[in-house]
């Protein structure tokens, strides 16, 4: 399907182009902190910056903005370019690393340093935050601001060597405490934490603040559009005024990446604050970064989703300025578009109830033909196992039902789907008074092809034969919270909105012989019931598929 590209960066990115920019170069990147996996949201900014990539038939480089020792870790670093690749995405080369550039943004500060532009600072984060100011007063100016280049150049040389301890001294860039941009009032350049960084080891105890991280990354690597989010408009003043000091005296650079702000992705009944997802999975709350209710990529991947249907919702979201809420409906649409294509029929009984035909040959087992995909014929059909005793769902027989009941009850007949109508003459009960056997009679004339097979019965039920049938636990999810919006409360913590009954967990499920054979995150419609697909830890000494999405569209809106 041709994507339709409107939206209003790449007219921006078009505009430059007509105006001869960069040598007529395009460069994006995706720059992912490795402190946590990535979520969906994260998904609107990879199918952006890669989606304009292959648009002008140029790169996109993916970047670890990997600056906070404290919080980052391999395993994250792994798992974004695991999720980046499954989404059908490749960067540029090798993965780039902004703690690659500690040295040259040592350098960097060094020069702002000399050109008193920049000063070391005693005051604790504290006594910063009640001298900043506020937006219409200004800031009162450090103590420390007027110390000489020398000065300076020696104390950033010795916080470097690790003489002080985490917090006793930072660099500041000298810019203005009146501005009315708070980022300009002296922001923080340096601090120390000595923590080892997972690349960097004991090399660093001083860490380069994103601000004066990521623009100069963008340099190095001469990135031309630099896509963000919206919160990072109000940064891009000193964005620019970095990449001014660094250039400062020398030549236009053939390449000066421009930062372009773009509404975030915000979903309801979910959070996506990396902080908020790692608390659910250190506390036990979900089982881990991709468990199928977790808004992650790897949650979706494992709960069904594709990647197919993860960039359809990704492009009918849109790009735009304006933040907006995107309903999880949006979501659940394009995962059922995507596998009402794909997906192949099968027949699993969730809650099941014998079904006996008593006038069917005890010994007899017939193979029936039945369809994988009306939606494709290509591919073919599959022969399931009939015999005398069937599963079918307690849900589809009533001793007692209602007129408009179309299933299963005393002296009424169904179809059974690629099989025969039956009649049901009897059932049998415990003593609790649940239905344990239900008795039909079937009708040898009515399988398909036979002179009774367009004989109309109102109701089909599924089935699977009981002596051929596997077990199965089947995972049902529901949404996580809720809530339209569990972290939008002031008052109350984003926990309090979880759902209980998010997770239903059903054994001594039946499901037909074929999936025996089935993979981990193999994705099939269970006829009448929904998507639903193996998950990663299912074997076929122990099935277990997990709940995709209903067919329908069932939210309560
Ligand atoms: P969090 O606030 O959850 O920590 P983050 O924005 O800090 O997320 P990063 O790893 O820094 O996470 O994000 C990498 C890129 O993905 C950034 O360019 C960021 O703007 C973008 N991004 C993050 N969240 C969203 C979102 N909800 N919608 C669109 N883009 C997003
Ligand atoms: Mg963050
Ligand atoms: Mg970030």
Known sequence: TPEIKSNFIYQEIDKDLAEGKNGGKILTRFPPEPNGYLHIGHAKSICLNFGIAKHYDAACNLRFDDTNPVKEDVEY???IQEDIKWLGFEWEGEPKYAS?????????AIKLIQKGKAYVCELTPEEIATQKGTPILPGKES?????SVEENLD???RMRAGEFKDGEKILRAKIDMASPNMHMRDPIMYRIISKPHHRTGDKWCIYPMYDFTHGQSDFIEAITH????LEFEVHRPLYNWYLDQILDGEATPEIRPRQIEFARLNLNYTVMSKRKLLELVQKGIVA???DPRMPTISGLRRRGYTPASIRMFADKVGVARRENVIDMGLLEYCIREDL???AMRVNAVLNPVKLIITNYPEDQVEMMDTINNPEDESMGSREIPFCKELYIEREDFMEDPPKKYFRLGPGREVRLKSGYIVKCEDFKKDDAGNITEIYCTYDPETKSGMPQSNRKVKGTLHWVSARHAI?????????????EEPDGHKEKDFKEFLNPESLNILSGCKVEPFLKESKPLDGFQFQRLGYFCADKESTSEKLVFNKTVGLRDSWAK
Do not use: H
């Not at 630099?226 to 989010?229: A, R």
């Open 77 to 79: 670093v792994d798992s």
């Open 100 to 108: 690659d550039y500690f040295e040259q943004l040592f350098e960097w």
């Open 143 to 147: 103590p420390f601001r007027n110390r």
């Open 155 to 157: 104390l950033f040389q």
């Open 226 to 229: 630099s896509i963000c989010t």
């Open 288 to 290: 881990g970064w991709d």
């Open 340 to 342: 009402n294509k794909r």
């Open 471 to 483: 077990d199965a636990e089947v995972r049902l999810y529901d949404r996580l919270f809720m809530d």
